[in-house]
C-alpha cells in the first residue's frame, strides 16, 4: 500500500499566491487520499468469526495487511461504529505532548497529587505513585495524561487532532475529559487508519517522538515477532452492566506489519482481559503469531 505524504509542514511555509493555489489543491488531493477506513469495505472472516464465538464475546476486529492494503475483520457493521477512544487516546496525548513540548521525554516526570487526585477504589495500585509519561503511558494512567492535557490547552490539542484527523475530530467539552467522556469517537476501522499513518511517520510529527511512543506500547516480544498494542475502557470505573474494551496496536513479523483495532463488550463474566486473549487467538489463527 502507497502511503501519502505528511501534508503538516505545507501549512506552516510561506509561498508565492501561485504556489499557495497549487499547494492547496495539493493539499485537498492528499486530504482525500488519507480518509479514514470508515467507509472502507473489510471482508468478514469465518475464521476470525469462530475465535469469537469461542469466547464467547460480543465485538470486533479489523486487520491491516500494510502491503496488501486488505482489511479483515469481523463484525464489519460494527468495526464502522464509532466510539469513545477512552484510554487509545494515550497514543495521540503522548505524541501531541512531545511535539508541543510539554512533555520533554520518556522519563518526564509528574508527582502524584493526592489531593486533586485522590485514589478511587477501582485504580490500579500502579496508579498511586509519581508517573514518567514511560510509566504512565504502559500503565494507562489516567490523572497523568488529564494533566497533560490540561497542559497542551484546548487550540493546541485540536490543531493536532484535525493533523491527525483522528475520528471524528470533536473535542468540544472538558479538556481533561473529552475521551473518557465527551464527544470523541472514533471507530475500529479508523483506528487502524490512524495506526497506520503513525506506524508509517505520516502524521508531520518528529521521528524521535514516534519512537518513544512505539517503545512504550510494546506488550511481547519474541524472536519472530513483536505485538505492540494500547488498552483503552469506556465506561472504566463506572457502574454499568456492560462497558466497551478497547485494543488497538499492530503486529511486526520477520517481513510484514499487521495493523489491529478490536473492541469488545465487557460484562460481569466477560472480563476485560479477553481483549488481549482473544487478539492473540485472532493473530493465532491467521498465521500471524
Known sequence: MTLPTSHSRIFSMKHSPIFRAISTS???????????????????????????????????????????????????????????????????????????????????????NQKRNPRQAWWPAAWAKDQTLNSALSNSVVWYYQELARRINPQRMQQYVDQFRYGNRDISGAIDQFWLKGKLKISALEQISFLQHFYFQQLGVARRNTNIVKQAIVLEKTPSWTLSGKTGMVGFGDAKDVALGWLVGYVETANNTYIYAMNMDITKTVGAQLRLEVTKSVLKELGLI
Open 26 to 112: 495539493v493539499v485537498v488531493l492528499v486530504l482525500a487520499c488519507t480518509s479514514a477506513y470508515a467507509n472502507t469495505h473489510c471482508i468478514d472472516s469465518p475464521k476470525v468469526a469462530a475465535v469469537f464465538e469461542k469466547a464467547a464475546v460480543q465485538g470486533t476486529i479489523a486487520l491491516l495487511n500494510t502491503k496488501t492494503g486488505e482489511v479483515i475483520c469481523h463484525n464489519s457493521a460494527r468495526a464502522n461504529r464509532p466510539y469513545l477512544p477512552a484510554s487509545t487516546y494515550k497514543i495521540p496525548n503522548t505524541l501531541i505532548a512531545l511535539e508541543t513540548g510539554v512533555a520533554s521525554g520518556a522519563d518526564f516526570s509528574l508527582d502524584w
